[in-house]
DNA sequence: CTCAGTGTTCAGTG
DNA sequence: TCACTGAACACTGA
């Protein structure tokens, strides 16, 4: 679920649930591929009653902002997620961190798959992974010819470029699919051969798109039906977009792409 | 049973 | 070094 949509609500979310309050107990999964380079019991340390000043975001990274440092960070993955309820209702599977604060609320961090991480950080914005993180293309999104520079600089396939993190931070499989499909842009196109036009309407797809799913609190149900969302993945054979035009599926830059060939070139 | 997936990283190639 | 590609990671559900 998670591309910048879903984090920014989440985001939203858990900073409604623990923004003010002390966290007065945290447990932790023994789980050392999602703990990076921390042991669970020291995250938990330096969690525990401390309180929550705020909870930002960049791309899909995610992390609160305490009292004191280190902070602690979230990524998703594919698969990660935060559960919130109160005390007393039963801890979510797959959890890894259970924070409980003040008030009994709770807030969990939940990954099946386990494909997410979870880091401290004294200073997120300077230090790896957010340091070589590219632009937030919710709230940082370049003017037009800024984005015409960058893409003047690659020549590998759009949707490619469109998923590198240190370039498009926040930007997922279905983003990317959906902004090429309603700018009207093959996947495969290099990314340094889009003509100025095409560049301007691409930042526009994409910046539409972004906003409206998060004003939507990232609920899929909700896209505009004229979406490629609703019908990417429907049946692979003989899928359709609601006006009748085939939808074909190949692979760029290594992820699984739905293409409308009748309306992207 | 097999495979693909709303992601990221790293080894390998040219 | 750089730009880019493809496999690996781990697990669930179709």
Redesign the pocket.
């Known amino acids: 679920?998670?591309?910048l949509?879903?984090v920014e609500t989440a985001r939203r979310r858990a900073e409604h649930q623990l923004k003010g309050r002390r966290i007065v107990s945290v447990r932790v999964a023994p789980?050392p591929?999602v703990f990076e380079g921390i042991s669970p019991s020291r995250f938990a340390t330096a969690l525990r009653a401390r309180r929550v000043v705020a909870v930002r975001r960049r791309?899909?990274?995610l992390w609160m902002e305490l009292d004191r440092r280190p902070f602690p960070m979230f990524?998703?993955?594919?698969?990660g997620a935060f559960a919130l309820y109160r005390d007393g209702d039963p801890r979510p599977?797959?959890w890894k961190v259970e924070l409980a604060a003040e008030g009994g609320r709770r807030l969990t961090f939940t990954d099946?798959?386990?494909?997410g991480?979870v880091r401290l950080r004294r200073n997120p914005e300077h230090e790896?992974?957010l340091a070589?993180l590219g632009f937030d293309v919710l709230d940082d999104l370049p003017d037009a010819p800024a984005l015409a520079a960058i893409l003047s600089?690659?020549?590998?396939?759009v949707k490619?470029?469109l998923?590198?993190?240190?370039l498009f931070?926040?930007?997922?499989?279905?983003?990317?699919d959906e902004v090429l499909y309603q700018a009207g842009l093959d996947p495969r196109r290099?990314?340094?051969s889009l003509s100025r036009e095409e560049v301007g309407q691409l930042r526009l797809r994409l910046r539409d798109v972004v906003r409206r799913a998060v004003a939507v609190n990232?609920d899929?149900a909700r896209f505009p039906r004229t979406w490629l969302f609703h019908r990417?993945?429907g049946r692979?054979e003989g899928a359709h977009t609601a006006r009748g035009e085939p939808i074909v599926?190949l692979?760029?830059?290594?992820?699984?792409t739905a293409w409308v060939p009748s309306r992207q070139r």
């Open positions: 679920m998670p591309e949509p879903e789980d591929l791309g899909k990274h990524h998703f993955g594919m698969s599977r797959f099946p798959r386990r494909l991480r790896a992974p070589k600089r690659h020549g590998a396939p490619a470029v998923l590198d993190q240190s931070a926040g930007v997922g499989n279905w983003i990317a290099p990314a340094s990232a899929s990417r993945w692979k599926h692979t760029v830059g290594g992820r699984t």
